[in-house]
């Protein structure tokens, strides 16, 4: 069978509406990922146990199952329980939750490479716990955990391909719809891929900049 | 004078089962030097680190102005009284000389940078580093950095500083410049406590010894009376050990 990419062509809106759906999907979670994941690491360097083992046991729990099963209890599960989610929320909150855990071991592996002295320096000077945290170790913590940090945004947004399967019409259920008018899946998820290929690129380049950028300032 | 700015009563420091403060009570008076001389492990670096809490102390009291420290808040005052200069100086790395000086008045006292910024300079020309103030720590010797950190201490104007072997990390040929700044502020009147192994500084500058072993305070007097006639057969071996 001869390829024909030409029918694609009238098709690119809907995939580059996906594109903007993904781009959605992956923004928002990644918000959501960032706040609950910060949370999430400070309450597991507390020393306040309860809230250190909430921490170790969301973690242990979101690594030690699937996305998509995850998303599925959201979407498909939580009606039985009278809580009915819209697709693009559940979509947001399943990735969303899913990313906070790994953001979390991210930003922790980060703070507790930073010397005892830097909080110790800061609260000599009087300086409070919440302060010291925002001024002084969060910036040093960003700069190592960079580029794991794009790393994890890279995953997010291919992970976001999942959200298809609870009825989000991005990119990957954009690419299927035209597959089931056309038949041509290699055109299809061949173009699809390249889509995703860009858009990763984007954060990768981004990457580079801002390993460059910390390199250069001195720290 | 006589005014008595701080004192301690009876500190007990446990890490686990190590008991390293078995009871330790000394007061320290206004424009007072004290330094704290002691074997490694006798526990004078614990006494700082349990004056501004930087460790937990598990039965004791630190009065500051006649002020016990109950209090998150009373110790956060305290905190801001008393600065620390530490052996690894603890310069913040993503903030250049400058704004590593002004941080504490600033962000703390609340300073506007206006007033904190002529401020930071003219600390930074008394530690001899004015021609420092846009670099960034790591671009500094030891020495300089130790000195920006003194003069990130002094920004906060104590009424106390702590220096916690300041320069035991240092290169031997970069002791003399930090030695010599800390020596000029106590010709000033600054009231220290400077933990070290720097028995020169503390003939030359303290107004009282203490000796400290296995968490206790083993005797205290002036640098005469310790140096020359120690009573404590421990303290008459370790300052053979020390000053061969």
Redesign the interface.
Known sequence: MKLDYSIIIDRIPNLLWGCLVTLEISLAALALGMVIGIVLALFRISSVKPLKAFSMAYIWAVRGTPLLVQLFILYFGLPQLGVELSSMTAGILGIGLNTAAYISEIIRSGIIAI?S??M?????????YP?AMI??IA??VM?IIAPSLVNQFIITLKNSSIASLVTITELMRAGNQIIYATFRSFEVYTVVALLYLIMCSALMVLSKYVEKKLDT??? | MSEKILTLVNLHKSFGDLEVLKGVSFSLEKGEKIVILGPSGSGKSTVLRCI?R?EKINHGQVFFKDEEITSQTKL??L??N???V?Q?F?????KTVLENVI??PV???GMPKKEAIPFAESLLKQVGLSDKRD??P??LSGGQQQRV?IA??LA?KPDILLFDEPTSALDPELVGEVLDVMKELADEGMTMIVVTHEMQFARDVADRVIFMDEGVIVEEGTPDVIFTSPKHERTRSFLKRIIH
């Open positions: 010397d002295g830097q110790e320096a800061a609260e000599s000077l009087g300086m409070s302060k001024r002084i910036p040093q700069r300032d001195n720290v | 501004n930087l956060t005052r905190r801001m008393i600065g620390m530490f690894r603890n310069l913040f790395p993503h941080e504490g962000h703390v006292k670099v960034y790591k671009q950190a990130r201490s906060m």
